[in-house]
């Protein structure tokens, strides 16, 4: 921890002899270790399988809150406060509409196209209800964070503006991430003062734009490739060898599995560093280089360790994306005030998870 000088360049710019304001960096420490949360880990999926999946909103619990007390900033863990009987009577309902949806297609798909327009009717409210848990049960120094619900605004960023997006050939998308994110960081508060959030949505193009000319580049080669070689042997003895057959979606998502590495790590680091609280700011220093390796080590530690080497897998990510996190502290931290905070239930946060809404920072 160390005390440096730094001009974020939000708000006015200081009068002539007017000091800079200083910060203190805070860098995130996350202390988890591998072997210990290994035991919490294989306690949760065996209590899982006997029974039948109902101990998993413990499992959460007990796996949350491992992670957010082992996660540190300016001295101080984060501590997760949701109790299991919410989450599971959230999930309860989120996986009876999914069942409802998955078995529906295969008696009447008129009626599985219904619960599927009625989830993407319901996904914007899910955003608000999944924040809005998240950040009721999420405190950092004793004080709770809180989500503001705005339902207008987020059927707007998370429904209305996906209906343009073909019409604009995709470059629309990263607009309407660009709001996603800006809506998700302004609505949160602590200790009452809300947050700020300084990119604009011209800032998320470059990343955007680079991942898909990358990705129509990679595409168009592979499958030059693999046209000309299976042409080639298709020509000798008239069918082409599995190795082709299969190789061509192998190398494919591979492809694709490096450029999401590279857009996350810049995405990431484009909302962390964009974000404010009064004076203070995060700043995220995550290499896309890295971060593939950690991926791609990780899902080969894996499928090597039949998934036995997963507890080692979220440890190592949390570890690295931690000490790539700075808070920059510009100001009293115990300024804020604990503000009273009211009950949200735990369907949205549930179902945002089974139905794989895009909510993450």
């Known amino acids: 921890m160390n005390a440096t000088v730094i001009d974020d360049g939000v708000g006015p710019a200081p009068a002539v002899g007017q000091a800079v304001p200083r910060t203190t960096d805070h860098r995130f420490e996350f202390s988890g270790d591998a072997r210990e949360y290994f035991r919490i880990w294989i306690v949760n999926l065996a209590l899982g399988i006997v029974t039948l999946g109902i101990y998993s909103a413990w499992a959460k619990v007990r796996t949350q809150r491992y992670f957010y007390a082992n996660t540190r900033v300016a001295g101080a863990p984060f501590d997760y406060q949701a109790q299991p009987l919410a989450i599971l009577k959230g999930r309860l309902i989120a996986l009876v ?67 343009f997006v073909p019409f604009t050939l995709g470059l629309l998308y990263p607009f309407v991430k660009a709001k996603q994110k800006a809506f998700l960081v302004e609505q949160h508060r602590y200790g009452g003062v809300p947050f700020r959030f300084t990119a604009t949505p011209g800032d998320f193009y470059p990343s955007y734009l680079a991942a898909f000319a990358c990705g129509f580049i990679w595409s168009m080669l592979l499958s030059f490739v693999m046209v000309g070689a299976i042409g080639r042997h298709v020509s000798v003895d008239g069918t082409p060898p599995p190795m082709l057959v299969y190789g061509f979606p ?101 179902m945002d998870s089974v139905f794989d809404i895009d909510i993450g920072l």
Request: charged share 15%; with cysteine.
């Open 97 to 163: 509409l999914f069942g409802g949806y998955a078995l529906a297609g295969q008696f009447d798909v008129r009626v599985q196209l219904a619960l599927a327009l009625l989830i993407a009717l319901l996904a914007p409210w899910l955003v608000v209800r999944g924040a809005a848990f998240r950040a009721r049960y999420s405190a950092w120094r004793g004080i709770n964070f809180r989500f503001v619900p705005d339902y207008k605004q987020a059927y707007i960023r998370y429904l209305a503006l996906y209906l």
């Open 250 to 350: 192998l190398l494919m998502y591979a492809g694709y599995f490096v450029i999401f590495a590279f857009l996350n790590a810049s995405i990431s680091n484009l909302v962390y560093n964009a974000v404010r609280l009064d004076n203070h700011r995060l700043h995220s220093t995550l290499r896309g280089s890295k971060l593939l390796w950690i991926y791609a080590s990780n899902t080969l530690a894996i499928l090597a360790s039949i998934g036995m080497l997963i507890p080692w897998a979220m440890i190592r990510l949390a570890r690295y994306r931690a000490e790539c996190l700075t808070l920059l502290q510009a100001g009293d931290l115990d300024a804020f005030v604990a503000t009273a905070q009211t009950d949200v239930d735990a369907t949205g946060a549930e």
